[in-house]
């Protein structure tokens, strides 16, 4: 089974800062969506940001201008930059990656999944 390793979770305080990386193997990365994803206990799996053909990039509103999605393509690797963390962000995030065209907002149409990082911010 494809398995996406991800790293980069921790607990952190209100304002802090954290990195999640996630690397694919290279015949998933180099033609899917590539998103993150968190599910907060007894909620829904969310999208948080999602990656389009490497170039498009789609936000939740409650992360604009604090997350952002980067790549390094040389190693098949999409990072999530997370600023200013907050309590609602707390979660369990996970890589996803789908063959294009994919539904953005639809994570249970997805293939392919990591096992998921904890995120925990403090207030």
């Known amino acids: 089974q494809v398995q996406l390793m991800e790293s980069g979770g921790g607990s952190v305080q209100a304002g802090g800062s954290l990195t999640l990386s996630c690397t694919a193997p290279?015949?998933?990365?180099?033609?899917?969506?590539m998103g993150w994803f968190r599910q907060a206990p007894g909620k829904e799996r969310e999208g948080v940001a999602v990656?389009?053909?490497?170039?498009?990039?789609h936000y939740a509103d409650s992360v604009k201008g604090r997350f952002t999605i980067s790549e390094e393509k040389a190693e098949n690797t999409m990072f999530l930059q997370m600023a200013n963390l907050q309590p609602g962000d707390t979660g369990m995030y996970f890589c996803?990656?789908?063959?294009?065209?994919?539904?953005?907002?639809?994570?249970?149409?997805?293939?392919?999944w990591g096992q998921g990082t904890q995120v925990t911010v403090s207030s």
């Open positions: 996803g990656a789908e063959a294009t065209p994919c539904r953005v907002g639809e994570p249970a149409t997805w293939d392919y």
């Open positions: 290279q015949y998933i990365y180099k033609d899917a969506c």
């Open positions: 990656r389009v053909g490497g170039v498009i990039t």
